[in-house]
């Protein structure tokens, strides 16, 4: 068991899917609040069609990279994870930005499916707000399973621990869902997203590594530094021992390499130095958009 590639999957696995259950939990807490609580199934329904639909998005993009050798299973690794750290970026910071009205926008959402979307109006609303955060998940750990399968046993470590990640987050749901204070959610976002930007930069410098490998990169490809007989990255270099469990953590966690070349270390450092001090300026308030005070009645 990859040790490193287990915890960067639980961590996503939790933090990905402690916003969609708070999602969901909001969105039944308001059902039932306004006595529409029988619509639950359409919820259930609209929520588990997102992450059905997700696992089959990140099935066929792993049978697909798998089916790839040589130069174009490179490319296509380094595309791959690429486009995973640039969706996870960009969604950490439009989770900064809506956290806030997150409730009100939601619950406005309610609102106007149970006067105007039809049958499966809240199966919709489900669908789409609970879509968003399964593709991200899907797409970031098909990133750490590739970036993790160079490892023995990487790329199962990482769903492991991603799956174990998503019971902790169903439990915390259900804990927003009953009213219980579970955690600190600002504090929880906050720094699981300092996390998540040092697990993309990692990304961002695998992508970089296979384009180099791949001959797309001819520029910077010589090794800046070589310390694989002190901390080791990968089993290729040694077998096992705590330095090695060290080793796999830092890959994991920041994107260490014992041997990176240049051009893999400063794309790695350059995303760093610039998407980690924008996502921890202070946020401006943003106006709320008004939802109506009257509770909708009870569909029949």
Known sequence: MDIGALTTGLLTGLREGVEAALIVSII????AKTGNARHFGKIWLGAGAAVLLSIVVGAI?????????G???????GVATLLAAAV?????FWMRRTAANIRGELQAGVDRALVQGGIFGLAILAFTAVIREGLETSLFLLGQATAASEANAGAVSTL???FIGIVIAVAIGYGF?????VINLQTFFRWTGIALIFIAAGLLGYAVHEFVEAGVITVGTQTAFDISAVLPH?????ETGPILILGQLLRALFGYSSRPEVA???????????????YLRPVKPSAPRPISTEQPAASA
């Open 177 to 181: 869902y009953v009213g219980a204070r």
């Open 28 to 31: 039944l807490a308001y059902l």
């Open 160 to 162: 492991v621990g991603a």
């Open 71 to 77: 130069a174009a299973g490179q490319i296509f690794e």
């Open 61 to 69: 993009l792993w049978v697909t990279l798998d089916g790839l050798e």
């Open 234 to 238: 990968s089993g290729d270099i040694a």
């Open 88 to 92: 996870v970026t960009w969604m950490l």
């Open 264 to 278: 893999t270390l400063v794309a790695w450092a350059a995303y760093l130095l610039v998407v980690l001090p924008l």
